[in-house]
């Protein structure tokens, strides 16, 4: 699987035969899915969970379990949070354009505990990646497959947007 960011909370995802959007909507292959719900597309199972004027995505692509915050505005409850489930990669709000503030993402990361955490929804990283131990670059497009994920440490990556 390859994912770009498209900018805000907008990424790209393209998987054998799958064009996935991941944003406020999700789209697979032209087909937009109406919000909060259970849902299957071309072999990928999704879950909107509705939160307030937001829906938080869950879907399984290629085996690995993918979490869109969207533009959450509040910490989860732990109900919200089993809801979400384990997640293997986290695209994450940072704070900017009427989102959780930088603490409070932190602290949802914490309780989600994915295994790669992908950071949207920002206009500064220096912090982030100041609390994250992080100095690595950008790069342009993640590619990812199950076997790739980590075991042990979380791994972060930040996408060029």
């Known amino acids: 699987m390859q994912i770009k960011y498209k900018g805000e909370d907008s990424f790209e995802i393209k998987s054998k035969d799958l064009d996935i959007t991941f944003s406020s909507k999700v789209i697979i292959n032209n087909f937009t899915f109406p919000g909060p719900g259970e849902y299957e597309k071309g072999g990928v199972i ?28 509040h910490e989860l409850s732990e109900d919200e949070i089993k809801q979400i489930g384990d997640v293997d990669i986290l695209f994450l709000p940072l704070g900017e354009m009427g989102t959780i503030d930088l603490k409070t993402a932190l602290k949802l990361l914490s309780k989600i505990d994915p295994r790669i955490v992908i950071p949207m929804l ?28 980590p075991e042990e440490e979380r791994k972060v990556v930040i996408l060029n947007k």
């Open 122 to 149: 920002y206009n500064d990283l220096s912090e982030f990646k100041k609390s994250e131990g992080i100095t690595d670059s950008e790069v342009d497009v993640f590619k990812v497959r199950k076997s790739d994920l």
């Open 46 to 73: 999704l879950n909107g969970i509705a939160d307030q004027d937001n829906t938080i995505y869950v879907a399984r692509v290629e085996d690995i379990n993918l979490c869109h915050l969207g533009r959450i505005k």
